[in-house]
């Protein structure tokens, strides 16, 4: 029996989401919907193919707790790696789905799902994991690189953190860690970017550090779908239409 686990942050969020693990384990392709045979054919490590389809796998069985049904899904990436959920060819929907998240740590694999509209990053380390002294400027400069040499112990809440925000930016590391300031003392906490701000909670599941970021706002994606039905209407809309009424009566 595959065990699947929610996982809940220690605050309820303002908009729905949801965030689940289980055990990375081995898997088939066939077995996994929500896979693309040529992303799978990319792994030539077993471990990595292994952590790819648990975390596909698991993605269907949240958005079945969502409400989707992952059969009519598939997931594309954008330029910058972010995974996004789009209906497959011939399916001919346009209702709205949720953004998500995926990542892997220490032999789990985690997703996350929020409403439409937003977007959401999970990322998870063992609590345990330490960080060298000499790796601390490659994720925090200035004033935060001094808080952090000073409070060792905290690297690690530090990384999931921004991890967890350039998933939640959907840049990934083309978001640089360094350029990204988050109080080092604080679990819970707001952050601007830009023009975005970035919701933040940090907490502890059995040994796994976890954080949580999401903000509101998502990448999109164009499909050829998307394409068809907008010259459709354009076609439309340019179409002269007119309704002619011609009666006559007896004796008029």
Known sequence: MVLIEELHP???LPVKAMCFRTRVT?????NVDLASPDEVATFVIDKRRNEHLSGRWL???????????????????????????????????NTPLPSISIGHSDGWAY??????????????????????????????????????????????????????????????MHLNPREIVIPIEDFICDISIGNSKIQLQNWIFEGAQCALAW????????????????????AMSEQEWSIGCKTTRDGS
């Open 111 to 172: 997703v996350a799902v929020i409403e439409p509209g937003w977007s959401i990053g999970i990322d998870v380390e063992s609590a345990k994991r330490g960080f060298a002294s000499n790796a601390f400027d490659m994720m925090a400069k200035g004033e935060e690189l001094e808080r952090l040499k000073a409070n060792p112990e905290r690297a690690i809440r530090l990384w999931t953190s921004k991890e967890s925000v350039q998933k939640a930016m959907q840049l990934g």
């Open 215 to 234: 903000r509101h706002g998502c990448a999109s994606l164009r499909t050829a779908e998307d394409a068809l039905l907008e010259a459709t209407r354009a």
């Open 59 to 93: 993605l269907a069985q949240a958005l079945d707790e969502w409400g989707l049904d992952a059969s009519l899904l598939e997931v594309h990436r954008t330029e910058h790696r972010a995974p996004l959920l789009a209906y497959l060819p011939g399916v001919w929907r």
């Open 10 to 12: 220690p605050h309820t």
């Open 26 to 30: 081995a898997r088939t392709l066939d």
